[in-house]
């Protein structure tokens, strides 16, 4: 048998890697197909995501009977400062972007209603917790590590996708507040496509966007960690204030942290 296909041996390689082909394109359809993925364009210079959503949460929130919120947001080629209250998806925002920008590079529709991406040569995404527990470095020192490298990466003239969170968290506000404007400058300076998130208040010049946040103010409406996420808009929208939210002491008013506990909290906010 094998002496008798030996003089087929290219054809049948040809033919292999066809239904190889074949067999990804249709994963890919029905992939596109049971999430609602759609096919992405490519763009210069600026990325542009249209109710960008993410599927992982999104399946989750459906077996809920909950939905997820999509986001509009461009990316271009300077840095943006994301700021907005806890719990309102910038973390989700951040690893759904990332999610678009590789499906797109690996030839996959994408999480969104429509999508322009544009290309670029690394994606570097730095989520809240950075420790390192194997090689024994602490969040800090993990999140400077993967700094330095990026730095390396712009210097060597790679175009990039910088997606940070909540950079420099780990350190004290001074400090932090620092870094975070240290590296705003070295993106702008760079031309760097780059979302930052923070809680810190930044008077850098750069672009700012706000999650929009809590839309109830009304304290009587029984809310719980189960429900907290209906009455969040996860909207983001352009910002031109320097001052964060400060709505942490209200979450946690809402979420029934004892008034006991609040109170004392309170009587330290002008110290």
Do not use: W
Request: hydrophobic residues 40%; charged residues 25%.
């Amino acid at each position: 048998m094998t002496e008798k296909l030996h003089p087929y041996t290219e054809e049948l390689k040809s033919a292999l890697n066809e239904m190889a082909t074949l067999d990804l394109l249709i994963a890919k359809a029905n992939l596109a197909k049971e999430l609602q993925l759609t096919k992405p364009t490519f763009a210069e210079g600026v990325t542009t995501l249209s109710g960008l959503f993410n599927p992982e949460i999104d399946n989750s929130l459906q077996k809920q009977g909950k939905k997820f919120q999509p986001v509009n947001i461009s990316i271009p080629s300077d840095p943006t400062l994301i700021t907005g209250a806890n719990m309102t998806g910038k973390t989700v925002l951040l690893k759904s972007i990332a999610l678009a920008q590789t499906l797109a590079q690996f030839g996959f529709h994408v999480p969104a209603s429509s999508a322009e991406i544009a290309p670029v040569d690394r994606i570097i995404l730095c989520t809240t917790d950075e420790q390192d527990e194997l090689s024994g470095l602490s969040s800090f020192a993990a999140e400077m590590t993967r700094l330095n490298k990026m730095t390396k990466h712009i210097k060597n003239g790679e175009c990039l996708l910088v997606l940070i969170d909540e950079l420099a968290r780990t350190t004290n506000p001074t400090e932090g507040k620092a870094i975070v404007a240290g590296v705003l400058n070295f993106l702008s300076e760079h031309k760097v496509s780059s979302l930052i998130t923070t809680h810190y208040t930044i008077d850098t010049p750069c672009r700012k966007l706000r999650v929009k946040g809590f839309r109830l103010k009304d304290k009587n409406v029984k809310i719980t960690i189960h429900n907290i996420n209906n009455y969040i808009d996860y909207t983001l929208e352009e910002s031109e204030e320097n001052q964060v939210p400060h709505e942490a002491i209200y979450i946690a008013e809402i979420l029934g942290i004892s008034d006991d506990l609040l109170q004392r909290i309170k009587s330290h906010l002008n110290d």
